[in-house]
């Protein structure tokens, strides 16, 4: 297994544009959750979705954040307009749900930098 | 609600000696699991060790164990050998049995001294 697959693995864009973060899970997992990593908030779940539905996304900052799942193996996190403030390690992250005791899997994240 | 707390942000260790890193949790729950995370500077999150709260034996992977103190509701990673590989940050993690979300604590850095 390729294990979860992130993309880009850097981006770097400039202020007000959109940007595009996307996820692939591990085949068979149902659960999808998407991360924020700062040094000063640790490590934020933005959104979760259970079989391709949104769960949980009170965690999203505002309206500027959107997550979709069109199937079980793709996930994009979209930011328009972006600000600097959204600069920060992004990760996916992926489990089997009925397999709580097996924790979370997650991709190599995006580093994402808005100036 | 559930906490995780990690006391050490920052240890030090020389090689091939063995450091122990501390985490203590906070709940109510009876069924719930306790995980180990690292992260080099790759940035990778990667499992290190899983514990279930049933379990009265602690859980062991390779060089790595933990003791689980359940009353004393403490979570510690003993890592023997310590290995330059092993510089990162180590996350302690909780999972309720009945939610899907993870509580993290804050991590401590590792530092492996050749």
């Known amino acids: 297994d390729a294990g979860v697959i992130q993309s880009p693995r850097h981006e770097v864009t400039e202020m007000g544009q959109e940007v595009t973060l996307r996820c692939k899970p591990i085949s068979g997992h149902n659960s999808l959750f998407w991360y924020r990593q700062t040094m000063m908030r640790g490590l934020e779940l933005l959104i979760y979705f259970n079989n391709n539905v949104p769960i949980d996304d009170s965690g999203m900052p505002e309206d500027r954040f959107s997550a979709k799942m069109p199937n079980a193996s793709f996930s994009t996190l979209k930011i328009q307009p972006s600000e600097p403030r959204d600069s920060a390690v992004y990760f996916c992250?992926?489990?089997?749900?009925?397999?709580?005791?097996?924790?979370?899997?997650f991709g190599s994240g995006t580093r994402l930098t808005v100036v | 609600a559930q906490t995780v707390t990690q006391s050490q942000p920052e240890m030090s260790v020389q090689e091939a000696e063995t450091v122990t890193l501390s985490c203590t949790y906070d709940?109510?729950?009876?069924?719930?699991?306790l995980f180990w995370y690292k992260q080099p500077p790759s940035r990778q999150m990667i499992l290190v060790i899983r514990q279930e709260a049933y379990k009265q034996q602690n859980a062991t992977e390779n060089r790595f164990s933990v003791n689980f103190q359940k009353a004393a509701k403490s979570f510690s990673l003993k890592i023997s050998d310590s290995q330059l590989g092993d510089a990162a940050m180590y996350f302690c993690?909780?999972?309720?049995?009945?939610?899907?979300?993870?509580?993290w604590g804050a991590g401590t850095k590792l530092i492996i001294k050749p």
């Open positions: 993690a909780y999972r309720s049995g009945s939610n899907y979300q993870l509580i």
């Open positions: 992250a992926s489990s089997w749900s009925r397999r709580t005791n097996y924790g979370y899997t």
């Open positions: 709940t109510s729950e009876s069924d719930y699991y």
